[in-house]
């Protein structure tokens, strides 16, 4: 391994041995299939797993984080949660993440109690600490453990030590729930979440990866990788096609392509003018 990542393997590998056993927030995507593996190898059945099953998920997602879990040999837990129900998530304001972790640990804990497990840790990793991350502020009041963070483990590092560590996930595109793609003060519900998941659905079909399709209420904008644009542009008539089959009126590409969070852009402009103004 690369210098430093030995020593933040053996540190993560200390944290999880000294917690003693956990209940791992497990999503399917590359930081929680890391802690999950590497808390399973250290604690073995003091490990379990647990995946919400939510309609802020792609269905696609519950099916790979039971794949993962069975393949890894770990007990693995479904959780029903319903974010929709609380109004200041689905109000969809700047703390939305605060409110699905904060309801993502109310179910959790109970779990963690009745098998008898000292700890609810999730995957929030060193590089989540430059960006907007309420849901880290939840973690915090719930205390909610961050072993990758505290072994200061960065997403290159997750990725690489995942490759070493023979995990298929180590390239795995990066994942988050489907309000994400959803501008912050616009609600959100049920049918709009479904819409989302069915676009990139057909997106997968088509063969993109590593893409978002946010959803602006008629207006579908794709951020793609921007090596994925000219192949956008040449089979142009299917996707619009695809995509106003499933209720969008236009279809739009973003030159600045796919990049994690994008959503956040009006939060830090925002925060930029208010500076500016008060200087």
């Known amino acids: 391994m690369e210098p430093g990542l030995d020593q933040k393997y053996e540190r993560l590998q200390v944290i999880l041995h000294d917690i003693g056993s956990v209940l791992v927030a497990f999503s399917g995507g590359v930081d929680s299939t890391l802690l999950l593996k590497v808390a399973a190898d250290v604690l ?150 479904r819409q989302i998941d069915e676009a990139e659905r057909a997106l997968r079909g088509l063969g993109f990866s590593g893409f978002r399709v946010r959803h602006h209420g008629d207006i579908a904008r794709l951020e793609l990788q921007l090596a994925d644009l000219p192949r956008a542009i040449e089979i142009r008539e299917e996707l619009v096609e695809r995509l106003k089959a499933l209720g969008y009126i236009y279809v739009t590409l973003d030159l600045q392509g796919f990049r994690s969070g994008s959503m956040n852009e009006p939060l830090a402009r925002r925060n930029t003018q208010v500076i500016e103004l008060i200087g």
């Open 44 to 193: 073995g059945e003091r490990c379990v797993a647990a995946t919400a099953d939510s309609e802020t998920y792609p269905r696609e997602e519950l099916a790979e984080a039971r794949r993962l879990a069975e393949l890894m040999g770990v007990t693995h837990v479904v959780v029903h949660t319903n974010e929709l129900v609380d109004t200041q998530y689905a109000q969809n304001g700047p703390d939305r993440c605060y409110h699905c972790k904060k309801t993502l640990f109310t179910e959790l804990f109970p779990v963690a109690a009745e098998r008898g497990l000292t700890a609810v840790v999730y995957g929030a990793m060193a590089d989540d600490m430059g960006d907007h991350r309420p849901g880290h502020q939840a973690a915090m009041e719930w205390n909610v453990r961050s072993p990758l963070l505290e072994a200061g483990l960065t997403k290159a590092d997750i990725r690489e030590l995942s490759r070493r560590l023979g995990l298929d996930t180590w390239n795995k595109p990066s994942f988050a729930c489907l309000s994400s793609r959803v501008p912050y003060g616009q609600s959100i519900n049920a049918a709009q979440l």
